[in-house]
């Protein structure tokens, strides 16, 4: 799954068929989530819509890390988070009419999907273009802690009704992801779509994807003391690379055991990112949490030491 900082429409409605560790569908559609994103002004540096807070007692060791590539690794030692500097070689050159139609598959998802809900939909172009897209549903809103607790129990997730006593819940947007396809089953499904799609008035084909809601994406809100955190949490079983427009920066961090990226953005808000693995399981969740800038580094640490239980 990738993402890029300074996406245009090809990278952000466009489904690349580069598996997770590109910017594909499971990118692709977090990035569609931005729907469900539509973060204040202190989060829209976020550059691309994941987000992570941490704070600074608790380290063990601190280094300093301005490379081309920033990652973090599983239990087992792979690398299933990277940050590096977009490079445009990295993307497909798509056609105005290839964009036009990933935003017209996008405008279809957000109209006949519900929360919950995933869909392949073909797009049939001029002749013999055309091209099969993966759409999910609106976000489902939850106003308190307690009901999204129930929805995603026994996921690994942790959601708190408040954070360091002083920051209360106050929503959260959750989505599925579709199971994945074969590239058997995507190939099947393009070749009867396509059909459908050219044989129909409409330009589309559309079917109904499994959805087993293993794997999501959420965004909680807190606010507490003129304050905001946003912690954002993604169950995954793939690689999720971020692009940025500029040569990124961390610094690592290691808390409890655990590798961290701490960030300080222009605006004084900050944020932080790590894994949580999963026992007994190919998947894995990673957190971003973000916080105002009137919220110290500590802090965020402590915060982000309460998500590595």
Do not use: C
């Not at 293993?214 to 909680?220: D, L």
């Amino acid at each position: 799954m990738d993402h890029d900082s300074s996406q245009d429409l090809r990278t952000i409605f466009h489904n690349v068929k580069v598996p997770e560790a590109d910017v594909t569908k499971a990118v692709m559609n977090i990035l569609e989530d931005e729907k469900m994103n539509k973060r204040v002004t202190f989060y829209s540096k976020y550059k691309l819509s994941t987000l992570i807070v941490l704070a600074s007692l608790l380290l063990a060791s601190s280094a300093f890390a301005a490379t081309q590539l920033i990652t973090l690794t599983n239990n087992k030692g792979d690398v299933i988070y990277e940050e590096k500097k977009f490079e445009d070689s990295n993307f497909p050159d798509y056609t105005k009419e290839e964009q036009l139609r990933s935003l017209k598959a996008h405008g279809l998802g957000n109209d006949l999907l519900q929360p919950g809900q995933a869909a392949a939909i073909y797009m049939a172009g001029e002749n013999t273009e055309g091209e099969l897209y993966i759409r999910r549903g609106a976000a489902s809103g939850f106003s308190d802690a307690a009901t999204l607790r129930d929805e995603l129990k026994q996921s690994g997730a942790l959601i708190y009704d408040r954070l360091q006593d002083k920051y209360d819940f106050v929503t959260g947007a959750l989505t599925y992801n579709p199971d994945p396809l074969t590239d058997q089953k995507e190939a099947e499904l393009t070749e009867q779509l396509a059909q459908e799609a050219r044989d129909s008035k409409d330009g589309y084909a559309m079917r109904m994807l499994d959805v087993s809601k293993e794997g999501w994406s959420m965004i909680v809100t807190y606010k507490g003391e003129g304050q905001m955190i946003l912690v954002q949490p993604m169950k995954m079983n793939e690689k999720l690379t971020i692009h940025h427009s500029e040569e990124p920066s961390a610094e690592t961090i290691t808390v409890d055991g655990v590798e961290m990226l701490y960030s300080l953005y222009t605006s004084g808000s900050q944020g932080i990112r790590f894994i949580h693995n999963l026992p007994s399981s190919d998947f894995h969740i990673v957190y971003y949490i973000e916080a105002t800038k009137g919220v110290t580094k500590e802090e965020l640490l402590e915060i982000a030491k309460a998500y590595l239980q």
